[in-house]
């Protein structure tokens, strides 16, 4: 009987282990997927190069005034010798802030290592073509966390793939920028040779976010041509799957849509259809009322269409001290959509599986800006710098591990990997 025992544990074992390698080992294919944004874009004196700036944590000087974060991560699980020392006390008093760049290939291993174990399939790193375009350090910069990226999704056998955001690029020149680095990433960096390189129907996988989005630069007629050289490997562009990250009313040519029925032909080319839907609603009511008002009817015109869908979820917003730093302070709202201690989050994914998408974007794992990253947070207050003003994970009356939002991420892959309903209640799937 022990010996029957151990042969059926044994044969358990060795199933579940061929299971988990081929799951870690697909990379053809987006379906099942739930991918996080990356934005990538956090650096900190001497990183790389000859940087001398704190990038995207402050603005003229280290002061809690000049944060430009909403949020603080925590960086208890990252090697001390990978860390930037800010010099500012926590409010406790106990020691001082330090963050850390995505210029160090360590802090990029370790993100996608969190990803890996909490079953997250992989990262959008967001390639930004104002400033490599404009600047040969930005872009030598840009560059280098690619290469970060490639290395720690390759090492942790996540997936990655390009996001191109045209964000302030130049009108006339975003198609052919977004033509030479799309050849520059695929035949010089050789991104898309990389086994973790995210391919689907035999072509790797881009995105294009931005084009028809309010003041985004880019006429219709010029974008479906590159939308068409894209898929077809047309004007020697390296054929690829091509996402439209496209407005939230893409199907309705109104609010955030520019409009005009050449827009409509534009998000109809795509491969895929991506609605930006952060800010557009600001709690598990809204996020209800959203999905069955927008998302069920995108749904529906985009299998009408035979086009696939990946909608965007994200766990909260507040974009204060970004806002003050630039003089905006009527926008300035702290904590302006919260968190609710991980349920608006889960409530946009359960009802999205509760359609039966087979794809989500999660928005973002590191944008701490606008207050939307998933990565392991601070969650009290006295954790803060002294003087400062931001989120913390236990803000709306919680008491969470930093890695919260990671739990809450990782339990909706899981669901969507297994094509299952979950719960529409967060602490039915997980608790703290």
């Not at 993100?111 to 992989?122: L, N, P, S, T, Y």
């Not at 073509?129 to 872009?139: A, C, G, Y």
């Not at 052919?176 to 990389?194: G, H, M, Q």
């Not at 035999?202 to 590159?226: S, T």
Request: one cysteine or more.
């Amino acid at each position: 009987m022990r010996r029957l025992l151990a042969l059926i544990i044994a044969s358990i074992t060795a199933v579940s282990a061929a299971m988990t390698a081929s799951s870690a080992g697909r990379i053809d294919g987006l379906s099942g997927r739930l991918i996080v944004g990356y934005q990538g874009w956090f650096g900190c004196p001497n990183d790389f190069e000859k940087n001398a700036n704190w990038q995207h944590w402050f603005v003229k000087g280290i002061r809690p005034e000049f944060l430009t974060v909403d949020i603080l991560p925590s960086v208890r699980s990252l090697k001390p010798d990978d860390l930037c020392d800010t010099g500012l006390p926590r409010a406790d008093g106990q020691g001082t802030i330090k963050l850390f760049s995505a210029q160090n290939p360590n802090v990029v291993a370790a993100h996608f290592a969190w990803m890996r174990d909490h079953g997250i399939d992989g990262a959008a790193p967001q390639r930004f073509l104002q400033p490599i375009t404009s600047d040969p350090i930005k872009k030598r910069r840009s560059d280098h966390v690619l290469k970060n990226v490639q290395a720690a999704a390759e090492a942790t056998e996540r997936v990655f793939y390009v996001v191109y955001d045209i964000s302030g690029d130049d009108p006339q020149t975003v198609i052919d920028d977004l033509r030479k680095d799309w050849r520059y990433l695929v035949e010089v960096l050789r991104l898309t040779d990389s086994k973790a390189y995210l391919r689907d129907h035999g072509k790797p996988v881009v995105e294009l976010w931005g084009f028809g989005l309010g003041d985004r630069p880019g006429e219709a007629d010029a974008v479906a041509v590159l939308i068409d050289e894209l898929k077809a490997g047309g004007q020697g562009l390296p054929a690829a799957v091509v996402i439209g990250g496209v407005p939230t009313h893409w199907r309705t040519l109104d609010g955030d849509s520019k409009p005009g029925r050449a827009w409509a032909q534009v998000y109809r080319k795509y491969d895929v259809i991506s609605p930006w839907s952060v800010g557009r609603f600001s709690d598990e009511g809204g996020a209800d009322k959203f999905i069955r008002d927008v998302v069920q009817p995108d749904i529906a015109e985009t299998r009408r269409l035979g086009l696939r869908y990946m909608p965007v979820v994200s766990p909260g917003f507040s974009w204060s001290n970004l806002m003050r730093n630039r003089d905006k302070a009527d926008q300035a709202v702290l904590n302006r959509t919260p968190r609710n201690c991980g349920r608006f989050l889960w409530r946009q994914m359960s009802d999205l599986l509760d359609l039966h998408v087979d794809a989500l974007y999660v928005a973002m794992f590191d944008e701490a800006d606008e207050g939307t990253a998933i990565f392991p947070a601070e969650t009290r207050a006295d954790k803060l710098p002294a003087g400062s003003k931001m989120v913390y994970l236990n803000q709306d009356g919680c008491f969470l591990p930093d890695d919260w939002y990671l739990r809450v991420t990782g339990a909706g892959a899981g669901f969507l990997h297994e094509s299952k309903v979950p719960p529409k209640q967060l602490d039915a799937v997980v608790r703290p």
